[in-house]
C-alpha cells in the first residue's frame, strides 16, 4: 500500500487515478488561480470531492454538474441513487452567487493563501495549500515551476 499525507489509506490506484487528475485537470487550473490572483483579480478555487454511488466513478470529472444545477433526480446514472440533496444546496447557492455577486461564499485564492472550497458530504470546508505537495511533486516532475 503507498499513502500520501492526505491519503493516508490509499491504493496504488487511488494515488495513479490523483496523479492523472492533477495532471490532466489541477495543474492547469491551480496555475490560472495563481495568475488571476498574482493579477490583483479575485479568484476562488474549488474541488467537488463528494464520490458517486455508482461503483469506480468516485469523484469524476462533471460529477458536480448536476448539484450545480439542482438536477439529481435527472442524474442518477451518474451520482447514484443517493445524492445529497444538501450538498446540492450548497453547490447551487454557491454557483448562483458567484453568477450574480462574483462572490461563491468562501475567501478567495491569494498568493499568499491559497484557499480551495472543498465541497464534500456531510460537510465541506476550505482548506489552504490543498495538497500543495502532491502539486509541487507533479511540477517538479514535468521541470515546471
Given at each position: 500500500?503507498?499513502a ?12 495513479f487515478?490523483?496523479?492523472?487528475t ?14 488571476v ?14 464520490k458517486?454511488g455508482?461503483d ?18 435527472a442524474?442518477?446514472t451518474l ?12 453547490v ?8 450574480a455577486?462574483?462572490?461563491p ?17 456531510p460537510?465541506s ?18 521541470g515546471?515551476?
Open positions: 500500500m503507498l500520501t499525507k492526505e491519503m493516508p489509506d490509499a491504493s496504488a490506484t487511488d494515488l487515478n490523483v496523479i492523472i492533477d495532471a490532466a485537470f489541477r495543474d492547469d487550473t491551480m496555475r490560472i488561480a495563481e495568475s490572483a498574482a493579477a490583483g483579480r479575485a479568484a476562488h478555487v474549488y474541488e467537488f470531492g463528494w458517486s455508482i469506480g466513478l468516485g469523484a469524476c470529472h462533471v460529477l458536480e454538474v448536476p448539484f450545480v444545477f439542482d438536477r439529481l433526480a442524474a442518477h451520482t447514484g441513487p443517493n445524492a445529497p440533496q444538501a450538498l446540492a444546496d450548497e447551487h447557492r454557491a454557483w448562483v452567487d458567484f453568477a455577486h462574483g462572490d461564499g468562501w475567501e478567495r485564492y491569494t498568493p499568499g493563501r491559497r484557499a480551495v472550497r472543498i465541497f464534500y458530504s460537510a470546508a476550505v482548506q489552504v495549500d490543498w495538497r500543495a505537495d502532491e502539486l509541487t511533486a507533479l511540477r517538479n516532475s514535468r515546471s515551476h
